[in-house]
């Protein structure tokens, strides 16, 4: 199977004896005729790329290693994924029922969205601050309703940004708020069965509807 | 605000925004970038290539490549590979006379190469500014010749650290590195002879 060439000696080296056959065949191939050597190459090619997809797709999903959960046995540690509806009416009260009665930890974390572009020319300044500003109004409003909240900028693919955090805050569950279908990205994107698929952790999902309250 | 005093002491801890562990991650990005750089050299080749379309045999006369000698370098860097995969396995199995063999023989080899490549181009009967086809040759292959050069230098290095006796059968990272680039060099050496050489 196709396996990465540069994480060892022996696989560079099985690579290479790879290498030396693939242009063996083509090489001989286009000594008969110059069309076999072409219809050599796109098969060999073609089954290069076959074996290689094959072998990504069975791979086994990535866990996350997630640290022991820190904290009190009674505590409950809460991680919030939410951008836009970061300050909106349903996930405030989602996020206050599940303290209710129970020592609470809650994590905000604030995926800094960006465009392809920008994320690529590591233009991140301004994302990141945005993302900062609806965190602090956020976390100023849980506050005012007596619970106890931190937060932090994350990384602009929602999915890693969960992934970070869990490894250093261990949450029992995950509660991620998008918009309305047909207006969210993240529901476009299947962020949240992606994150049911790839984290050993609870999650909710609250829908925000800022229209609909006016936010 | 409690979260802040869970006990952790010393730096803070690392923020991986990634799923790819660092050290693989500088290595694809480093083979990225010479692909990209070798990409830039074929597709100036098959450039060439492509505006001659009447070629019936290539490369277009007056110019001729040694094909034979090259065939008989590109053994010797095969084989070298060889003896480099030779090298790491002793170690592997804590035979030290293996390992400092394997490291001679392949750096041997590796100068056999380019001194061989030297010669070539010494005796090949045209220069770099012969034309688009002798720029293309000579840049092509002499960067590739580069690429050996380096790859000598890292096996100098792990040549002497293996007669010092630095590498061990639980750490020979020093030789595992050199060995990995060494095939690198084969694969793009590979690559070159087959297509300036042989198609």
């Known amino acids: ?87 909106g009416d349903e996930l405030l009260s989602i996020v206050r029922s599940k303290a209710e009665g129970v020592r609470e930890q809650v994590l905000v974390v604030c995926p800094a969205l960006n465009s392809q572009v920008r994320t690529w020319a590591s233009d991140e300044d301004g994302a990141r601050a945005a993302a900062q500003r609806r965190l602090d109004s956020s976390l100023a409003q849980l506050r005012s309703h007596g619970i106890a909240a931190r937060g ?13 955090a869990l490894r250093t805050f261990g949450a029992d569950e995950v509660v991620i708020s998008t918009h309305p ?6 529901l476009e994107r299947n962020v949240v069965g992606g994150a049911r698929e790839r984290f050993d952790v609870p999650i909710t999902h609250v829908v925000v509807d800022l229209e609909a309250t006016g936010s | 605000m409690s979260a802040h005093a869970e006990g952790h002491h010393g730096p803070p801890i690392a923020n991986k925004s990634s799923r790819i562990d660092s050290t693989v991650l500088g290595m694809f990005l480093f083979i990225a970038s010479e692909a990209m750089l070798f990409g830039a050299f074929f597709t100036a080749y098959f450039f060439v290539r492509v505006v001659n379309p009447e070629a019936q ?46 490291l001679v023989l392949t750096l041997l080899m590796g100068l056999a190469f380019l001194l061989t490549q030297m010669l ?36 100098t290095v792990a040549t002497v650290r293996a007669f010092r006796g630095h590498f061990t059968p639980e750490h020979h990272h020093g030789v595992e590195i050199p060995g990995i680039y060494w095939h690198f060099v084969d694969v793009m050496w590979i690559v070159v002879y087959a297509t300036i050489y042989l198609l």
């Open chain 1, 152 to 164: 932090e900028v994350g990384d602009g693919d929602p999915l890693q940004a969960i992934e970070d």
């Open chain 2, 57 to 102: 045999a290539w490369p277009l006369e007056p110019f001729h490549l040694p094909v034979y000698v090259a065939g008989v370098n590109t053994a010797i860097l095969l084989t070298s590979s060889f003896t480099m995969h030779w090298a790491l396995q002793s170690i592997k199995r804590g035979n030290r006379a293996g390992l400092q063999a394997g």
């Open chain 2, 120 to 155: 070539e181009y010494a005796r090949i009967g045209f220069n770099p500014s012969d034309g688009a086809f002798g720029t293309i040759f000579f840049g092509l292959t002499g960067l590739h010749g580069a690429h050996v050069f380096v790859g000598l230098t890292l096996l």
């Open chain 1, 181 to 186: 279908e047909g207006r969210s990205n993240w």
């Open chain 1, 1 to 87: 199977m196709a396996r990465n060439p540069f994480r060892s000696e022996a696989e560079a080296y099985r690579f290479l004896l790879l290498t030396v056959g693939y242009f063996a065949l083509i090489v001989v191939a286009a000594s008969i005729a110059t069309w076999l050597g072409f219809v050599v190459f796109v098969a060999l090619t073609a089954a290069a790329v076959g074996l290689w997809l094959r072998s990504r797709s069975s791979e086994p999903a990535l866990k996350p290693a997630v640290p022991p959960r820190p904290g009190a046995v009674d505590e409950r540690r809460i991680l919030v994924i939410a951008n836009e509806t970061v300050g």
